[in-house]
């Protein structure tokens, strides 16, 4: 364990493509005593301001926040939250504030089957082929790891998906080492601690949102023109407790398969997963 250094703030940045778990993982990594998960910081650029997913404009952080202040928005976010480490999904336009001489980066490359990844972006893109999903979900990982390989493994993590589900106290343990900090069992029931989040996955947080009895600011919608409305008939029978979602099992059609196969197939079996056409 590389404990983080006391004088300076933590941002632990979860590397993802979309569609890989980067939303749960945050939420847990952010229910820990010592950590606060923001979310997408970059929503703040996207909004003109910082809107929490779950308490909108009552969120007793994020109404705080003065996204025109001259201050590093992550020292202002510890500031505001009082804690040093801090979980921040996919920040690109946000990379260069990490650079100050009072933060340290650490990064975890989260990666999620190439083939539920692709059947996910086709539920919301439906206008898009296979080949061009699963190109996608190569690139996109092609980066993280460029990035990974900057930093070395005090600085630098990759983790698999479903071998976290499978074995969420183990996972994250060692998630927790990598940051620095002890595991806690109460991770494993994160939505019990009331998170105060920027963006991330609709479905991820319509299900917490239920698991809480919390009535989200805006029910979760597709982008119109882009995949119609979120299926909130799926999620709303998911509990954050055992989220698995394999939809791609039965969505993907064979030749859809073979066509990933070509694609991706490569870099899918290089992270451990079966053959592409193996449905279990």
């Known amino acids: 364990m590389t ?81 040093r480490i801090l979980v921040v999904n996919n920040p690109r336009e946000f990379l260069g504030d990490q650079a100050h001489p009072a933060i340290e980066s650490r990064f975890i490359h989260l990666v999620r089957d190439g083939r539920a990844v692709a059947c996910s972006i086709l539920k919301r893109h439906p206008e898009r082929s296979i080949w061009r999903a699963a190109r996608q979900w190569v690139r996109s990982n092609k980066k993280k790891e460029r990035i990974l390989a900057r930093h070395d493994s005090a600085h630098g993590f990759s983790v698999i998906y479903e071998r976290l589900l499978a074995d969420k106290p183990a996972g994250l343990a060692r998630i927790c080492d990598f940051i620095g900090v002890p595991f806690e069992e109460e991770m494993l029931e994160y939505w019990k601690r009331s998170p ?21 600011p805006e029910l979760p919608k597709g982008r119109p023109g882009k995949g119609g409305d979120l299926d909130l008939n799926y999620y709303d029978k998911t509990t954050p407790a055992t989220f698995v979602d394999e939809r791609w099992k039965t969505k993907l059609s064979d030749w859809q398969l073979m066509i990933f196969s070509v694609a991706a197939g490569r870099m899918n079996r290089r992270y451990g997963y079966t053959p592409t056409l193996q449905r279990t």
């Open 3 to 83: 404990e983080p250094d006391p004088s300076k703030v933590t941002v632990v940045n979860i590397m993802a493509v979309s569609f890989s778990g980067s939303t749960w993982l945050n939420l847990i990594l952010g229910s820990h005593s010592k950590m606060f998960g923001i979310g997408e910081i970059k929503s703040i650029q996207r909004r003109g301001r910082a809107v929490c997913k779950l308490h909108a404009d009552d969120c007793p952080i994020w109404s705080r926040f003065d996204h025109q202040s001259s201050e590093n928005p992550y020292l202002q976010i510890s500031r505001i939250t009082g804690r």
């Open 196 to 216: 105060h989040f920027l963006g991330g996955n609709k479905g991820t947080l319509f299900s917490l949102a239920k698991m809480t009895n919390t009535k989200l």
